[in-house]
């Protein structure tokens, strides 16, 4: 299943893609897409539905968060190798673990705002895992049945926030809009292997990631269960698991992100997202 919610902000319904692409209202089924719709029975009983029964949806509805409720954004730092060498830092011995507040979430083409004073706005196309049940200090080989699906996030970041100020990480990373996420959340039975998906991105058409989720030092199932160790996983909580290199800040000279850029991003099977920044 690839579920999303569309419509204004504020007043997003839920939904879900067709096989031919098309946006079918899930409205009459459950009122909305929230956390307790991600556990497994929840999700075994949407599974159930004829979608090709639902409404249909018209084409150019704005695409919100693909599900409301989520109370941790947790994300995976330096977590490619060769980001880490391009970004002038040691590939890490175990996760370098962050967060982003929640307050920074939006749907996948809604604008990027620069903030206040902003000079090094920057990129980075993830993978997103959402976690479908309550998960605390699992082991990698049991950690895929938690996980409820996955998604694109641009995890944006202010660089001169995060490394030049005093304090941690989280300044650079949670500012409003800097959380991007989806257009849809796909069930994690559409993705036999998350470490085999290419994704990319792009600035301006000019394209500066293209790798592969193989290419990570800790894989997805290491990631949850780590993470686990330290806090207690729940239905909807995020872990975005780090950027391929070719971020603005890797290149020579550095690119940083203008009023008017248009960013474009994916990752093979998870859909698309589409920002100009403001």
Request: aromatic share 6%; with cysteine.
């Amino acid at each position: 299943m690839k579920l999303l919610r569309y419509g204004p902000k504020g007043a997003e319904r839920p939904g879900v893609l067709d096989a031919k692409g098309m946006i079918r209202d899930l409205s009459g089924v459950i009122s909305d897409l929230t956390v307790q719709q991600l556990v497994p029975q929840a999700m075994d009983t949407l599974r159930s539905i004829d979608i090709d029964a639902l409404p249909e949806v018209p084409d150019g509805v704005r695409l919100g968060v693909p599900y409301t409720g989520m109370r941790k954004f947790i994300c995976i730092g330096l977590n490619y190798r060769d980001h880490a060498e391009e970004s002038g830092q040691p590939v890490p011995k175990e996760p370098i673990i962050f967060t982003k507040w929640t307050s920074c979430v939006q749907g996948a083409n809604d604008p990027i705002e620069l903030p206040l004073n902003s000079k090094k706005t920057d990129w980075e196309v993830e993978l997103g895992v959402v976690i479908g049940k309550k998960a605390k200090c699992i082991e990698p080989q049991d950690a895929a049945q938690y996980i409820a699906g996955y998604c694109v996030v641009n995890d944006i970041s202010e660089r001169e926030y995060q490394l030049e100020k005093s304090g941690q990480w989280d300044i650079g990373k949670g500012c409003d809009t800097f959380g991007p996420i989806g257009p849809w959340l796909v069930s994690s039975d559409e993705i036999p292997d998350a470490q085999a998906l290419s994704l990319w991105l792009e600035v301006n058409g000019k394209q500066f990631q293209n790798s592969n989720t193989e290419q990570m030092v800790f894989d997805v199932n290491h990631l949850i269960s780590y993470v686990s160790r330290f806090t207690t996983l729940e239905p909807g909580d995020l872990i975005s698991t780090g950027t391929p290199p070719g971020v603005g800040l890797g290149q020579k000279p550095p690119v940083y992100l203008n009023r008017g850029d248009i960013i474009t991003l994916g990752i093979q099977g998870l859909g698309q997202q589409r920002q100009e920044v403001n």
